[in-house]
């Protein structure tokens, strides 16, 4: 798969980073070899994303708070941070796929308000992570499959413009694959990417997602 690929999905998370940290008041820096944050991230969030392969290790640290809780994405997997005293959080592998018919499936809901981002958050498990300013940007959708009692059993973030990628997907019950099916639906005969491990992405295979390289998230504690 072309390298551009796996650039075009680092540079698109890094988005979505810079936009989540936005709405903690943090402001994301962004240049060809990096995006990052001066100061520490929300939860589950890195301190820097890299762009492009061959970044240089200092240079990054420099760029943020490399104390204890930071963290890196290491969008080619070709860092060695240990000796800066970070450990490697774990693996995981860039997905993708290009635009392709959408499976028979019904499509999620968007969440347009604060009181359904809420509701979501607390499905997902994000709590307050995810603020209402999130559903003022036209690059975001966040999107829910409802019950028939109209609680949320899952959902997922699409973000971006031009390349989409999907984050945040969560199944409260039954199959994860269900919801990576709504999404293909709700955005029909679009480029997608992501990152997923594990079962995780042996779903987002299923529903016609490829790996495309890897990537690492390094953790000083």
């Known amino acids: 798969m072309p390298q551009d690929v796996r650039?075009?999905?680092?540079?698109?998370?890094?988005?979505?980073?810079?936009?989540?940290?936005?709405?903690?008041?943090?402001?994301?820096?962004?240049?060809?070899?990096?995006?990052s944050v001066p100061r520490r991230s929300p939860p589950w969030y890195p301190d820097a994303v890299t762009l492009r392969p061959g970044v240089d290790a200092d240079a990054l640290l420099a760029r943020i708070d490399a104390g204890s809780g930071a963290s890196v994405k290491d969008s080619f997997a070709d860092l060695d941070l240990t000796e800066?005293?970070?450990?490697?959080?774990?693996?995981?592998?860039?997905?993708?796929?290009?635009p392709a018919d959408p499976p028979a499936s019904p499509p999620l809901t968007r969440v347009t308000t604060p009181s359904g981002l809420i509701t979501w958050a607390a499905a997902h498990g994000g709590g307050d992570l995810f603020r209402p300013a999130l559903l003022a940007d036209p690059?975001?959708?966040?999107?829910?499959?409802?019950?028939?009692?109209g609680a949320v059993v899952g959902g997922a973030v699409v973000s971006g413009?031009?390349?989409?990628?999907v984050s945040n997907l969560f199944a409260r019950t039954?199959?994860?694959?269900?919801?990576?099916?709504?999404?293909?639906?709700?955005?029909?005969?679009?480029?997608?990417?992501?990152?997923?491990?594990?079962?995780?992405?042996?779903?987002?295979?299923?529903?016609?997602?490829?790996?495309?390289?890897?990537?690492?998230?390094w953790l000083r504690d």
């Not at 413009?161 to 990628?165: A, F, I, N, P, Q």
């Open 7 to 35: 650039e075009a999905a680092a540079r698109d998370n890094a988005e979505w980073c810079d936009v989540v940290c936005g709405t903690h008041g943090l402001t994301g820096r962004i240049n060809a070899d990096a995006w």
């Open 84 to 98: 800066h005293g970070f450990r490697v959080l774990f693996d995981a592998q860039w997905i993708h796929r290009p």
């Open 139 to 149: 690059r975001v959708r966040v999107l829910a499959r409802y019950d028939d009692r």
């Open 161 to 165: 413009d031009g390349v989409y990628g």
């Open 174 to 217: 039954g199959d994860p694959g269900e919801i990576w099916h709504g999404v293909l639906t709700t955005l029909p005969r679009l480029p997608l990417v992501g990152y997923e491990s594990g079962p995780d992405l042996a779903a987002a295979r299923k529903a016609g997602f490829v790996p495309v390289g890897p990537l690492r998230v």
